[in-house]
C-alpha cells in the first residue's frame, strides 16, 4: 500500500525482516523459513485457499483477522475485503480490532507516530456499522448464536462502555443479534474484571507478558560470565525466557470470576522485528504445545455458556509465531493441533463448570 513505501521503503512486507533474521546465541532458532506456502502475498485468492483448507484439515474452526480503523480510514484491508466480496474462501472468520496507533517501533508502544487513533461517538456508529456489513457474512463466527468481536486495546477507548453499548445498539438496529464483545488480555495494563469496561469476556493473548517467568542467563554468574565474553552477547541484549516455564506459570495461575477464554501459542521469537532488543521464547516443540493446547481445551470446557480456545498465531512470521509449515518443523504443530483437538474429543469427559 502507499503508506508502506511511505514509512518503511518501496515494496516492503515484512518477509524482507523474516529473511533477514539471525541467530543471535547458541541455539537460537533464526529464521524461520516457510515450508508449503513458500513466501506467499495474500493479494492472490489461491494463497487464502489453502490456508484455509490447511487449517480446516488440522482442527482449526476459523480465522481471526486483524482489522485496522483509524477514525473511519483503513489500512491493510485488501485481503479481507476479497474474502468478503468474493465469499471464498468457505472458511469462518471473525474481526479483531488492533486499535494500537501504528509507530515505527512496530508495537505501538513507543516511537514517532505513523497513524494516530481517532476516537468520538460519530466514528463508534460508523465503525458499527461497517463491523454488522461483516457479521452479515454467513461465514462470520457466532458464539451461541451471537456474532463476536475483539477489541485488542480495550483500555485505549476514551470511554469503553460507550464504545461497547453502542455497538450492541447500532449492530442490533440492522437485524442483526447482538453481537458479543471481547477485550483482548495479556498486554501490560489490559488484564481484569471486562464487564467493568462494557465487554462481555476477555480473550487470552499469548504469550502472557504477566505470567513470564525470570529470563535465562540473568544471574550473576552469568553477569560476569558476560563481562568475561565467556556468553553470547544476544542474552544481553535480548530477553530469552523457557517457553516450558512460562507453560507451567500459565497453567498455575488462579482462576478469575470472569469469562476468560483460554489463549495458546505455539512459539514466539519477534526478534526478526527487533534484532537487539527483542523477546524470544525457546524450548518450544510440537509436543510441549500439544500438551498446553489439550489443557486450554479442558479448561474452555469448563466454562458455563459459549466455548472457544484462541491461537496465536496462523501467521505473524515477524515474531516467529505461527502455525504455518517452516522448514524446521514442516506441519509438526499443526499435526499436534489436530491430535489435541481429536484426542480430547474421543477420550475426555466434559468438565464440570466451575
Known amino acids: 500500500m502507499p503508506e508502506n513505501d511511505e514509512w518503511w521503503g518501496e515494496g516492503f512486507t515484512e518477509w524482507r525482516n523474516v529473511v533477514l533474521a539471525r541467530p543471535r546465541f547458541p541455539g537460537h532458532y533464526q529464521p524461520h523459513r516457510p515450508a508449503d506456502l513458500g513466501y506467499y502475498d495474500l493479494r492472490v485468492p489461491e494463497v487464502r485457499e489453502r490456508q484455509a483448507e490447511m487449517a480446516r484439515d488440522h482442527g482449526i474452526d476459523g480465522f481471526i483477522w486483524y482489522h485496522y480503523w483509524f477514525g473511519g480510514r483503513q489500512l491493510l484491508q485488501r485481503p479481507f475485503d476479497e474474502v468478503l ?146 556468553s553470547a552477547a544476544g542474552y544481553g541484549q535480548l530477553k530469552v525466557f523457557s517457553y516450558r516455564e512460562l507453560v507451567a506459570r500459565v497453567a498455575s495461575r488462579p482462576a478469575v470470576p470472569w469469562v476468560r477464554f483460554p489463549g495458546v501459542t505455539p512459539m514466539w521469537d519477534n526478534t526478526p522485528r527487533r534484532p537487539t532488543t527483542g523477546v524470544a521464547l525457546v524450548d518450544s516443540t510440537p509436543e510441549r504445545y500439544g500438551e498446553w493446547l489439550i489443557e486450554a481445551l479442558r479448561e474452555a470446557r469448563s466454562i458455563d455458556g459459549p466455548q472457544a480456545v484462541f491461537l496465536n498465531a496462523w501467521n505473524e512470521w515477524g515474531e516467529g509465531c505461527h502455525l504455518e509449515p517452516d522448514e524446521r518443523h514442516g506441519r509438526a504443530y499443526l499435526e499436534a493441533t489436530r491430535d489435541a483437538v481429536t484426542n480430547l474429543a474421543v477420550n475426555t469427559p466434559a468438565i464440570p463448570p466451575r
Do not use: K
Request: glycine fraction near 6%; aromatic fraction near 14%; include cysteine.
Open 85 to 230: 466480496g468474493s465469499g471464498q474462501p468457505d472458511f469462518p472468520f471473525a474481526i479483531c480490532w488492533a486499535n494500537e496507533p501504528w509507530t515505527r517501533a512496530w508495537d505501538g508502544a513507543s516511537g514517532v507516530t505513523l497513524m494516530a487513533q481517532a476516537y468520538s461517538p460519530e466514528d463508534d456508529v460508523a465503525h458499527a456499522r461497517w463491523l454488522a456489513h461483516a457479521m452479515a457474512d454467513p461465514r462470520y463466527i457466532r458464539l451461541a448464536g451471537r456474532p463476536i468481536v475483539l477489541v485488542y486495546r480495550a483500555t485505549q477507548l476514551p470511554e469503553p462502555r460507550r464504545t461497547t453499548d453502542l455497538w450492541r445498539r447500532e449492530i442490533a438496529r440492522t437485524g442483526l443479534p447482538e453481537p458479543l464483545i471481547f477485550r483482548v488480555e495479556g498486554s501490560p495494563g489490559e488484564e481484569g474484571d471486562p464487564t467493568v469496561l462494557g465487554f462481555d469476556a476477555a480473550v487470552e493473548f499469548q504469550p502472557y507478558w504477566a505470567a513470564f517467568p525470570r529470563a535465562l542467563r540473568r544471574s550473576r554468574l552469568w553477569f560476569w560470565s558476560r563481562r568475561l565474553h565467556l
